[in-house]
């Protein structure tokens, strides 16, 4: 990411949208290009993103992502392309299902299975949106990174202050900010930062990527850690993502996150995703690895 994009929001969702669409290279085969100035471990939110998008481009457009499972095998780096093969197992009247392989320098990094559905009617009912002040009156996480910066070690201090392609507002306090348990549990509005166009597609595969961001920090509360002040290692091991109803990723969504259970050098977190009109856009699960570091 280059300084003049750092300072431009259009520029940062434009680059955002290019690093998410794949290339076909041969049938069924697709190619993700490296974020520019990216370093070390690429995110796993960026390879389920792309790979949702390598699923999408071989379904029938009239269909909708409602689901993908993902595991991940090894770190991908940032210094290569991501190659993603793409299984047509089914497709039906109403439902196709995809798998996906990813693969860096000839290693599978993340196994990867999405479902496709025709939108129909149905039957609804849905619980109750979690109670939240306005967006508006909450500080975003780049002022708060701002004032905590001093908190965090140098040499992560870089990456906790880049800018990002995501608005976060925090109703509680992040696992950076003390060193006191508190309850497993976060909860944010965010949005992107500028219009990523009109195309659904683009939404969904931009929530996918989000939706790895809130999640593994959760489990990490109860303790008092945080792998920014390089108190824990942590890594994730597979993700659940249900797209429920359509949205708009640039306007303001609810992720409520809760951590059940931290056990055996793993924790567990889910999560539900709310539009401000209260509807319940999409759930999402994560097991991570999560392990106190040795001084």
């Known amino acids: 990411m280059t300084k003049s994009t750092e300072k431009d929001p259009q520029a940062r969702v434009n680059q955002l949208v290019g690093l998410l669409d794949v290339q076909e290279h041969s049938p069924d085969r697709f190619v993700g290009v490296r974020l520019p100035g990216g370093i070390g471990r690429v995110f796993g939110g960026e390879i389920i993103a792309q790979a949702l998008m390598a699923a999408t481009r071989t379904v029938d457009p009239a269909r909708v992502a409602h689901s993908l499972h993902a595991y991940f095998i090894r770190g991908g780096s940032e210094n290569h392309p991501t190659e993603y093969q793409v299984a047509r197992d089914f497709d039906g009247r109403s439902f196709s299902t995809r798998r996906v392989t990813a693969i860096q320098q000839g290693e599978v990094i993340l196994n990867f299975a999405a479902s496709?559905?025709?939108?129909?009617?149905?039957?609804?009912?849905?619980?109750?949106?979690?109670?939240?002040?306005?967006?508006?009156?909450?500080?975003?996480?780049?002022?708060?990174?701002?004032?905590?910066?001093?908190?965090?070690?140098?040499?992560?201090?870089?990456?906790?202050l880049r800018p990002g392609f995501v608005d976060f507002r925090p109703?509680?306090?992040?696992?950076?900010?003390?060193?006191?348990?508190?309850?497993?549990?976060?909860?944010?509005?965010?949005?992107?930062?500028?219009?990523?166009?009109?195309?659904?597609?683009?939404?969904?595969?931009?929530?996918?990527?989000?939706?790895?961001?809130?999640?593994?920090?959760?489990?990490?509360?109860?303790?008092?850690?945080?792998?920014?002040?390089?108190?824990?290692?942590?890594?994730?091991?597979?993700?659940?993502?249900?797209?429920?109803?359509?949205?708009?990723?640039?306007?303001?969504?609810?992720?409520?996150?809760?951590?059940?259970?931290?056990?055996?050098?793993?924790?567990?977190?889910?999560?539900?995703?709310?539009?401000?009109?209260?509807?319940?856009?999409?759930?999402?699960?994560?097991?991570?690895?999560?392990?106190?570091?040795?001084?």
Not at 117 to 140: C, I, N, R, W
Not at 181 to 189: D, G, L, V, Y
Not at 216 to 242: K, Y
């Open 171 to 295: 109703l509680h306090a992040r696992h950076w900010m003390n060193e006191q348990a508190q309850e497993p549990r976060q909860t944010s509005w965010f949005r992107l930062i500028a219009p990523p166009g009109d195309d659904p597609v683009i939404h969904r595969a931009i929530l996918a990527y989000i939706s790895d961001m809130q999640l593994l920090g959760t489990c990490s509360l109860p303790h008092g850690l945080s792998w920014m002040r390089g108190e824990m290692m942590s890594a994730s091991l597979d993700h659940a993502l249900w797209i429920h109803d359509d949205f708009r990723i640039d306007e303001w969504l609810l992720f409520d996150a809760v951590s059940p259970l931290t056990k055996g050098g793993r924790g567990l977190n889910h999560a539900q995703i709310w539009s401000q009109d209260g509807r319940l856009i999409a759930s999402v699960a994560q097991e991570g690895l999560i392990r106190k570091r040795r001084a």
């Open 116 to 160: 496709f559905q025709v939108p129909e009617q149905g039957l609804e009912h849905q619980g109750d949106m979690p109670e939240a002040p306005p967006p508006e009156t909450l500080k975003s996480d780049d002022q708060l990174r701002l004032e905590y910066v001093d908190r965090v070690p140098e040499a992560m201090r870089e990456r906790f």
